[in-house]
């Protein structure tokens, strides 16, 4: 019964909004992509340069939002490089994404060891504080678990509020939903459909770095190796699963992180009953599980993973 | 700008554009070098030194270039088929545990037994982990990219419940390892007293066969044919569902075979740091190769060689050896550019 009454608990669901937060970020800006017509595997990696460079530069003296202003660049840069190489060029994204990820991670360590060569445990930060919105966040439950989070997890709702928006109300989403789909009456309309295309990838770049240096400045406070622990990976499935709907895919990123937050519960419930190892692996399976349900009435964007050359058909 | 097939490919444009590449690769690692403070020839010439500098370095390269001819093989056969395959670092663990399962002493078999019947568990493990999301992809067009993805995690957080539980060794003094392999189940070395051991020979031999596979049989076309235009193979009658099990089976089994040959020949036993991150350089090997086999084996030597020498430079220099993971993903993006580059000439208009 303890493992049901978890649900009731205003803890749990703090906790399960705070999980979700750097997910939503990355989930949308995946989303941003693919509704492109742009897969980006780089994610993994981008979100680990992000939560380096967030954290960075407020180790340095840095503002918490100049930290998070300095992730998104650093996720646009890598977004600008994964686009040139899979829109313009038509690499596939399959391995530029790969190799995204391995580059964004390799030069983040490298860095990390040229400025911080003796440390031994990770130095640390004031990371954000969470700003309760008066009177909102004193309704029971929801108003804690929605209203008593950091700005940036406030930031994260946001951005699914902004990318629907642009997404669905104005003529620059119906250009970008339009690549996706069909690059051809894009490029009749007289819009580049290369320049539509790295834009997106750029912009949801830069949400997968900012969802990562929520990790750094929010989530914890400090920069240690393997922190994003796949969660790229997992913000991929979040979006087959969302049907590429920002909506959707915000309802997976919350339902996600109620599951894992629900399982490190659950594991101090059992009290060592279950192996340790059978809780972690849940939220991957979660993922998979998903995937397959799903993948019946999946309907991927028409254009996604097809590279577009001016005047081919 | 529009790219166009070129017609003029001449030696010069198809070997010019990689040579390009590769130095910029170097461009990069120098330029990363002088970041660190440290003089950047110096840098590059000691990890040359600490790659292929003496017997022992070289052998050293060649021992870390096993795992990474099986991963590689893994994911040409697959990419070849367009099966994305990015989970070859779980299926080297399947392998690894099929051989600690069966190679500690369960099976009581002299070596000339045991290590086919090793082998071909190693082979299972690996080509069953990958059956699953290739059957996913064909039964439910579930996209095989995450669910590899995922199950690389799920595959150790397993290998750490099992090295914690049923597979502990109960003298490892707590930590969380497998038993010893017993001696009738561990590779001998090539050479008296040096790392080097008889995986790397599988390895080769591995290369050729798959070599002759994709070159010389039917099922090595079908797979090629898939991967250039699954459509176009359905029409000409190819079973496209049952080629890309077979590419399923091969793929994963290869990788099942690092994992083998690592228990069997190097370390003798399984830990949670068996593979430095196998799965992922072996997409770099096959990149770097073209996906060509052979080439493979060429490329997992280089980027073994990256990795080895880096280690050495980095005691000597004291620059981090991450500098070798910067230079490994840095030769993938300027090869596949490099090639895409000699073979389509770029118009600006």
């Known amino acids: 019964m303890e493992a049901f009454e978890i649900l009731f608990q205003a803890s749990f669901w703090v906790a399960a909004i705070r ?21 980006n595997l780089g994610i993994e990696g981008i979100m680990v340069a992000g939560a380096f460079a967030g954290w960075m530069t407020v180790y340095l003296g840095g503002d918490l939002w100049f930290g998070v202003v300095v992730a998104a660049l650093a996720g646009a840069l890598f977004g600008l490089l994964h686009g040139v190489l899979t829109v313009p060029f038509g690499l596939s994204q399959h391995v530029v994404g790969i190799g995204v990820t391995l580059f964004a991670t390799a030069i983040t360590y490298f860095t990390y060891r040229v400025a911080l060569p003796q440390v031994t445990s990770p130095p640390k930060i004031v990371s954000m504080q969470p700003l309760p919105i008066p009177g909102l966040s004193s309704i029971p439950v929801v108003g804690e678990a929605l209203f008593s989070q950091t700005p940036l997890t406030y930031l994260a709702f946001l951005a699914v509020g902004v990318v629907a928006w642009v997404m669905y109300r104005t003529p620059l989403g119906l250009a970008l939903r339009a690549v996706g789909e069909n690059p051809a009456a894009v490029e009749a309309q007289g819009i580049s459909v290369s320049a539509m295309r790295v834009g997106a990838v750029m912009a949801g770049s830069a949400l997968m770095a900012v969802g990562g240096s929520f990790l750094t400045l929010s989530a914890f406070n400090s920069f240690f190796f393997e922190m994003v622990n796949g969660r790229g990976w997992v913000c991929i499935a979040l979006v087959v699963f969302g049907s590429w709907r920002p909506g959707k895919a915000l309802l997976g990123a919350i339902l996600f992180a109620a599951f894992d937050a629900y399982q490190i519960r659950l594991q101090s419930v059992t009290g060592g009953l279950v192996p340790y190892q059978f809780f972690l692996m849940l939220p991957y399976i979660l993922s998979i599980a998903a995937l397959i349900l799903v993948a019946r009435r999946a309907t991927y964007p028409k254009a996604l993973m097809i590279p577009y050359q001016k005047g081919e058909r | 700008m529009r790219l166009e097939p070129r017609t003029d490919a001449t030696l010069a444009t198809t070997l010019a554009y990689p040579a390009a590449a590769f130095v910029l690769t170097l461009l990069v690692a120098a330029f990363l070098a002088l970041i660190a403070g440290a003089n950047p020839f110096a840098v590059l010439f000691q990890v040359l030194k600490g790659a292929a500098g003496s017997q022992f370095a070289l052998l050293e390269t060649l021992t870390r270039a096993t795992p990474l001819i099986f991963t590689g093989l893994s994911i040409a056969v697959a990419f070849r088929a367009k099966l994305w395959n990015i989970g070859a670092e779980a299926q080297l663990y399947a392998g690894a545990v099929a051989t600690v399962l ?83 189940a561990q590779l001998p070395r090539l050479i008296q007293g040096k790392r080097l051991h008889f995986g790397f020979v599988l390895a080769l031999a591995s290369a050729v066969a798959v070599w002759l596979i994709m070159t010389r049989t039917t099922l090595g076309y079908a797979m090629r044919a898939v991967g250039a235009n699954p459509q176009a193979a359905r029409f000409s009658g190819i079973p496209v569902n049952r080629v890309l099990v077979w590419t399923a089976l091969l793929a994963g089994g290869l990788a099942g075979l690092a994992g083998f040959s690592e228990v069997a020949g190097l370390k003798g036993n399984l830990t949670l740091d068996l593979s430095s991150n196998y799965g992922m350089s072996g997409i770099v090997v096959a990149m770097l190769a073209m996906l060509h086999p052979l080439g493979v084996v060429v490329s997992a030597v280089f980027v073994a060689g990256v990795f080895v020498g880096a280690d050495a430079m980095s005691r000597a220099a004291g620059v981090p050896s991450y500098i070798a993971d910067v230079m490994v993903a840095t030769a993938l993006l300027t090869m596949v550019t490099a090639i895409m580059l000699s073979r389509h000439r770029v118009r600006w208009r």
């Open chain 2, 102 to 184: 069966l190679g500690t002493g369960l099976l009581p078999l002299p070596a000339p037994l045991l290590i086919p019947l090793l082998m071909l568990a190693a082979v299972l493990g690996g080509a069953l982990l990958l059956l699953g999301p290739a059957a996913l992809k064909i039964r439910l067009g579930v996209d095989e990219v995450v669910t590899t993805l995922l199950l690389n995690f799920v595959i150790l957080l397993v290998v750490s419940y099992l090295l914690e539980g049923p597979l502990k060794d109960p003298m490892g003094m707590g930590w969380p390892q497998s038993k010893r392999v017993i001696a009738d």
């Open chain 1, 19 to 39: 999980i979700a937060s750097p997910l939503i970020f990355a989930t949308m800006g995946e989303l941003v992509c693919e509704r492109a017509g742009v897969l």
